[in-house]
């Protein structure tokens, strides 16, 4: 049963999105605690790997706790509680309890706030030993620099230049470790190999640490010898460690805040300083607040949606990076953790949509920082970090890193987040982009466009390529009409006809409208198949349809390019339980392909990233708002589907219908759910979401052909939308299921009635 709206709550995410299970620490300006399969999240500091951006950094830090008398003090994890702005852990040794707040600040800083409670009646001394160990020798990543000042430490690694990337020379990563107080004594040394544990045993402290201190020395470059190579400096492991003596009154407590801070220039490592402070937790938390508050208000009593809505708003600035180095030109969000901390085109147009919302500055990042990396050729590289770009798209034989993408979002940027002068950039980007299609991805000049490596349209190993290639998996050249790469092309030229229009280029408006009416009719001519009612890829050496039904047979949906007469596509195929329509959908590829496979296997092997029959929320998203786009333009009997099928995505991130553990994989399986676990990435930002949940559980259409749309799905749920900013106006939308639809423009009201119908809040 149905509240009405004035008794939804509001939803605090801190507290709402908090569990015991999860280990992520995120809130850096460019930085992210989240190994995949972590081995010591549940011991003292960072000594899984951190990243910066692309960089990871194993062995951050740790922190030893030893009696007056320089024993060991053991300690255990005995609770964790993890929200979106803390991990807070407890520990349990002999008479002490120590609780730990892991938080990541805004200075790319590690921080470790502590508090230490006396289990006995008599004060006690005790002493914190900061370490870290990292590489030396002629193999980087090596240290090549150390310094010691006011109590604390810095440090430099050198990392090599990585072939394929268009940065030549060697990156370098400093590093300051502090405490909130000068350390009481120090010491860096080098050591030959061990075992890589976060133990007091295997550090310096059993041999360098006497009578309550360190010895203030740095023994990390002992020497030369001589090599093939010619001298190199001796190799090993440099240990640096801080320490902090620590007076604890009986049965009482104390704090220490220690810290480890990055950058890829000294002045950025030294600004971690701010981040060590006492009251860091509370400056977390309020931090978190407001990066949660630049996206609108969304209540519902479908607690799947909501609690999924402010989960997204997470995970997206858990992946911001706005670090204006190398690549990194423009602010973005990367795809996912571990291998996945890239800017990838592929998944950096679903950051466009959702960034709409909220920080403008992400949405046209996301689009402006490929245009700053923009190949000769006019292609955008598929993946761009601190090293530069990678990608040498552009011809059959050299095609490596590059993926099709819709980039007519820039056409939503454009009337939802107006800026004339990113708008300009990003045009130009994108018609040299385009002539790129032209010039190298059509020959025949068919109007449809080529997919020249399986991996480009980022759905690898799929019957479809296999039906132009018999080798098609072995990642070498192909060639295939893609429907998905034509698709947007086609909307792409839709886009840039409207975008000359603002810009006042009305010369330049008449070559995208042609260019588009040509992709569009070769779409419905050569990629329809009336009887079969589905859209096809084509193979350019016959010019004939695959017959190979892919999920991306209906992105004509996604615009105007799918008419009445193709809702066969949908009614016969897309919600066919045979073919896509599963209880989890939609898989990739129909389960009538040869190739299906629920189980993540590719002939037989279980496969990282197989699309042959998997649910990836990559399509999901494609596939919903497609459904959607049908019913509200073409059909309105779908609508109830349409709404069902968007309820039954968000589902899917909640393994067995677990509210409280969210989650976001790669892929899944079609009919059990369950999550590419082994694959050990969460949080996969590869999908829209949160703008689906805005555009068709709130209705609020910002780019609707009239102007400013409000036109919501019978989601059979009451909610509320409050503060969607679009053209200077606030926008608030609230719906009572089977009672009161109110709109609000700026607070006034512009519609109230008793059900779900279209308003126009702001006409063109």
Not at 18 to 29: I, P, Y
Not at 375 to 380: C, D, I, Q, R, V
Request: charge should be neutral; include cysteine.
């Amino acid at each position: 049963m149905t509240r009405p709206e004035s008794d939804l709550p509001p939803f605090d995410p801190l507290a709402g999105l908090a569990r015991d299970d999860k280990w992520f620490v995120a809130g850096g300006r460019s930085s992210v605690y989240a190994p995949p399969a972590p081995l010591w999240d549940r011991c003292l500091g960072f000594w899984d790997e951190v990243h910066l951006g692309h960089t990871a950094l194993p062995r951050l830090f740790t922190v030893s706790l030893v009696d007056g008398a320089g024993r060991p003090i053991p300690l255990q994890c005995a609770e964790r509680h993890w929200r979106p702005d803390r991990l807070r852990q407890t520990y349990r040794g002999p008479d002490l309890t120590v609780i730990e707040q892991k938080l990541n600040l805004p200075e790319d800083a590690f921080v470790s706030h502590l508090t230490l409670r006396n289990g006995r009646a008599e004060a006690r001394t005790l002493h914190a030993l900061l370490w870290s160990w990292q590489p030396r020798g002629p193999v980087a990543p090596s240290l090549d620099a150390v310094a010691a000042e006011a109590g604390r430490l810095r440090y430099r690694l050198r990392l090599p230049h990585e072939p394929g990337w268009s940065r030549q020379e060697a990156l370098d990563l400093h590093v300051l470790l502090a405490g909130d107080r000068p350390a009481h004594s120090w010491t860096v040394q080098l050591t030959e190999g061990h075992p890589p544990h976060p133990d007091w045993r295997f550090s310096v402290a059993p041999e360098k640490f006497h009578d309550g201190r360190l010895p203030n020395r740095i023994r990390f470059d002992v020497g030369r010898r001589e090599s093939r190579r010619g001298p190199e400096p001796i190799a090993g492991n440099v240990h640096l460690m801080l320490h902090f003596p620590l007076t604890l009154p009986p049965g009482g407590e104390t704090t220490l805040v220690v810290c480890v801070a990055l950058g890829f220039t000294p002045e950025r490592a030294e600004a971690g300083r701010a981040a060590i402070a006492p009251d860091a937790p509370v400056r977390s938390e309020e931090l978190w607040r407001r990066a949660f508050a630049r996206f609108p208000e969304f209540r519902c009593d479908d607690p799947y949606l909501q609690r999924y809505y402010w989960y997204r708003c997470w995970q997206l600035r858990a992946h911001e990076v706005d670090m204006g180095f190398g690549g990194f030109q423009h602010p973005c969000v990367l795809e996912g953790i571990g291998p996945f901390r890239n800017h990838i085109s592929y998944s950096a147009h679903c950051h466009m949509r959702e960034y709409v919302w909220g920080d403008a500055r992400f949405a046209w990042g996301s689009l402006l920082n490929l245009v700053a990396n923009q190949l000769p050729n006019g292609a955008f590289p598929g993946h761009v970090n601190e090293r530069g770009s990678r990608g040498a798209a552009g011809s059959i034989t050299g095609a490596v890193s590059f993926y099709h993408a819709r980039w007519s979002n820039l056409a939503l940027l454009a009337v939802a987040c107006p800026d004339r002068e990113r708008l300009t950039i990003a045009y130009e980007g994108l018609v040299r982009y385009v002539e790129h299609f032209q010039r190298e991805r059509d020959p025949e000049g068919s109007g449809l466009y080529d997919v020249i490596n399986q991996g480009e349209t980022g759905q690898e190993y799929m019957a479809r390529y296999q039906a132009v290639h018999p080798h098609a998996d072995d990642w070498g050249p192909i060639r295939l009409k893609g429907v998905d790469a034509s698709c947007y092309l086609y909307e792409l030229y839709r886009a840039l006809g409207k975008i000359a229009r603002e810009l006042g280029r009305a010369d330049e408006v008449a070559r995208w409208d042609d260019a588009a009416d040509r992709t569009a009719t070769a779409i419905r001519t050569l990629m329809w198949d009336p009887d079969a009612e589905y859209f096809f890829d084509v193979d350019p050496a016959t010019m004939r349809r695959t017959g190979v039904k892919a999920l991306v047979g209906i992105y004509p949906f996604l615009s105007d390019l799918a008419r009445p007469e193709h809702l066969g596509a949908l009614r016969r195929h897309l919600l066919h339980p045979a073919e896509f329509w599963t209880p989890f959908p939609f898989p990739a590829e129909s389960l009538d392909s040869p190739c299906f496979s629920a189980e993540a296997e590719w002939k037989g092997k279980r496969t990282n990233c197989p699309w042959n029959g998997r649910v990836w929320p990559m399509t999901n998203s494609h596939a919903c708002e497609a459904l959607a786009e049908a019913a509200l333009r073409l059909d309105p009997t779908l609508r109830p589907v349409a709404a069902e099928a968007l309820r039954r995505c968000v589902r899917l991130f909640f393994p067995a219908g677990d509210l409280h553990h969210p989650n976001t994989y790669e892929h899944y399986h079609p009919f059990t759910g369950q999550p590419s676990a082994y694959r050990a990435i969460d949080d996969y930002q590869h999908s829209w979401v949160l703008d689906l949940i805005l555009r068709y559980v709130g209705g609020i259409r910002l780019d609707d052909p009239a102007g400013v749309a409000i036109d919501p799905l019978p989601m059979g749920v009451s909610f509320a939308v409050r503060g969607v900013r679009v053209r200077g106006h606030r926008i608030d939308v609230r719906y009572r299921h089977g009672g009161e639809f109110v709109v609000t423009v700026d607070g006034q009201e512009r519609h109230r009635g008793p059900r779900l119908e279209r308003v126009i809040v702001l006409p063109n």
